[in-house]
Nanobody
């Protein structure tokens, strides 16, 4: 499975961005998907996850209520809608995939990773 993340950019605090992650080369409809982020000098953190059918989602406490993960299996794409962005959301955002029917939140459980897209939130 190959993953291509896009949609990052520079936005002011309080603004919104939507990240996309397009998958190819596998059976997207049977994969669990997740978003992670890594700020400079920090470890990679979990952001959000979604099950293969989009029914179940899970969020990190720091983004719950502001971010929404969704997927379109017909387009082999997962999205991360980010609202009310804060400077502390600044990071490189990565999408990840693994063949699973569970909600997967641990990075070591993911098998495939995208290249990352930079999100910068100015104050």
């Amino acid at each position: 499975v190959q993953l291509q993340a896009s949609g990052g950019g520079l936005v002011q605090a309080g603004g919104s961005l939507r990240l996309s992650c397009a998958a190819s080369g596998g059976t997207f409809s049977s994969t669990a998907m997740g978003w992670f982020r890594q700020a400079p000098g920090k470890e990679r953190d979990f952001v959000a996850a979604i099950t293969w059918n989009g029914v179940n989602t899970y969020y990190a406490g720091s983004v719950k209520g502001r971010f929404t993960i969704s997927r379109d299996n017909a387009k082999n794409t997962v999205y991360l809608q980010m609202n009310s962005l804060k400077p502390e959301d600044t990071a490189v955002y990565y999408c990840a995939a693994v063949e699973s029917y569970r909600t997967v939140v641990r990075d070591y459980e993911y098998k495939y990773w995208g290249q990352g897209t930079q999100v910068t939130v100015s104050s």
